[in-house]
T-cell receptor, first 114, second 113 residues
Framework: DGGITQSPKYLFRKEGQNVTLSCEQN?????MYWYRQDPGQGLRLIYY???????QKGDIAEGYSVSREKKESFPLTVTSAQKNPTAFYLC?????????????FGQGTRLTVV | GENVEQHPSTLSVQEGDSAVIKCTYS??????FPWYKQELGKGPQLIID?????GEKKDQRIAVTLNKTAKHFSLHITETQPEDSAVYFC????????????FGQGTRLTINP
């Protein structure tokens, strides 16, 4: 089955730790995105990548880092510099830019700082 | 950049009635308008979308209308059922500068039996 897979579903982080969220897609999509969702709020863009080996900051990139070494993978690292990392993180992919084609979302990773 | 406003934030309707959610956008160059449904603890799923060359699109009980002049688009759900209860997001692409999808704040729809 084609799709976009995020892991883990739940993640707990101690203060001061870096954690990495996985996002893999087998849809052969060029573009991939990371969004953050806080309770009762919309989705805010963290980082996006339109092609392998290239990525751009979104609206709330501070405290996060990404890599795009393979077309199918776009991992997100939440660093200790992110002051309020507890949130629901969503990865998405699309064949091209958003004004051309629909985006597919993963099932999300819920990160909690303990 | 693109700005998307969505109303209402919460909506409660009786089963079998219709529900309407409205969004406005700011970038007149935007040409693609998707609607997503998000169930609790899951990622958003596309339920319907519309491109700027049409004014309305229907898919069974769901329809979307677009008014490009007024820069607003709406989601219509008829004959609502309990499984329609979820959070719904509209979105519009930002064309200039950083190319990204800008989401509305979401509408929590509750269908009362």
């Amino acid at each position: 089955d084609g799709g976009i897979t995020q892991s883990p579903k739940y993640l707990f982080r101690k203060e001061g730790q870096n954690v990495t969220l996985s996002c893999e897609q087998n849809l052969n999509h060029d573009a991939m995105y990371w969004y953050r969702q806080d309770p009762g709020q919309g989705l805010r863009l963290i980082y996006y990548s339109q092609i392998v080996n290239d990525f751009q900051k979104g609206d709330i990139a501070e405290g996060y880092s990404v890599s795009r070494e393979k077309k199918e993978s776009f991992p997100l690292t939440v660093t200790s510099a992110q002051k309020n990392p507890t949130a629901f993180y969503l990865c998405a992919s699309s064949p091209g830019t958003f004004h051309e084609a629909e985006a597919f979302f993963g099932q999300g990773t819920r990160l909690t700082v303990v | 950049g693109e700005n998307v406003e969505q109303h209402p934030s919460t909506l409660s309707v009786q089963e079998g009635d219709s529900a309407v959610i409205k969004c406005t956008y700011s970038d007149s160059a935007s040409n693609y308008f998707p609607w997503y449904k998000q169930e609790l603890g899951k990622g958003p799923q596309l339920i319907i979308d519309i491109r700027s060359n049409v004014g309305e699109k229907k898919d069974q009980r769901i329809a979307v209308t677009l008014n490009k002049t007024a820069k607003h688009f709406s989601l219509h759900i008829t004959e609502t059922q309990p499984e329609d209860s979820a959070v719904y997001f509209c979105a519009a692409p930002q064309i200039q500068g950083a190319q990204k999808l800008v989401f509305g704040q979401g509408t929590r729809l509750t269908i009362n039996p």
